[in-house]
């Protein structure tokens, strides 16, 4: 196969230099009078075998300049591919941590939480803060804190049964 696309490469180049052989026949003189239409029948000859060189290598260039805009859509869409999936794969819901609601309420308890705390912090950095505030809430504190111990025991109880 090889040889038979070399072999077409030369007839098509033997082809080209048989057209430029006539042309040149045709500039050999046949004893004209004039040597004026002579010097014009060669340079006339010249700029046409120049010009049929340039037009040939303008078609090459030309279709390689298609093969390369053809290469480079396909390079962008498989580039625009790459982006879309990396774009894709890195947004993450934190709904889709969340498959129950529960966890939903126990975040917002703890955005409570949090939220008195600072408030408390707040009050202490300003020195609003009353003493009975503070006491009442440390028993508060110490009643959940007992009903949750108790709370746990039970748990345990049930556990063990």
């Keep these: 196969m090889k040889k038979d696309e070399e072999i ?3 007839l098509d180049k ?3 230099l048989e057209e430029i052989i006539l042309r040149l026949e045709d500039l050999i003189p046949v004893e004209d009078v004039k040597k004026k239409s002579r010097k014009r029948k060669r340079m006339d000859s010249k700029l046409a075998i120049e010009l049929d060189e ?3 290598k303008f078609r090459e260039l ?3 300049m298609g093969f390369l805009r053809k290469e480079n859509s396909q390079l962008r869409q498989e580039l625009e591919k790459i982006k879309s999936a990396d774009a894709s794969s890195s ?3 934190i709904e889709d941590f969340r498959p129950e609601p529960i966890l939903n309420e126990l975040v917002k308890d703890l955005q409570d939480i949090v939220n008195n705390q600072r408030l408390i912090i707040s ?3 300003t020195n609003k803060v009353d003493r009975e505030d503070i006491l009442e809430k440390l028993i508060d504190k110490d009643e959940e804190i007992k009903l949750l111990k108790s709370e746990i025991s039970q748990l345990n109880k049930k556990k063990r049964i």
């Design 62 to 64: 030309k279709d390689k």
């Design 123 to 125: 009050k202490l950095k």
């Design 91 to 93: 947004r993450i819901k």
């Design 14 to 16: 033997i082809e080209e």
């Design 54 to 56: 340039k037009d040939k």
């Design 8 to 10: 077409n490469i030369y």
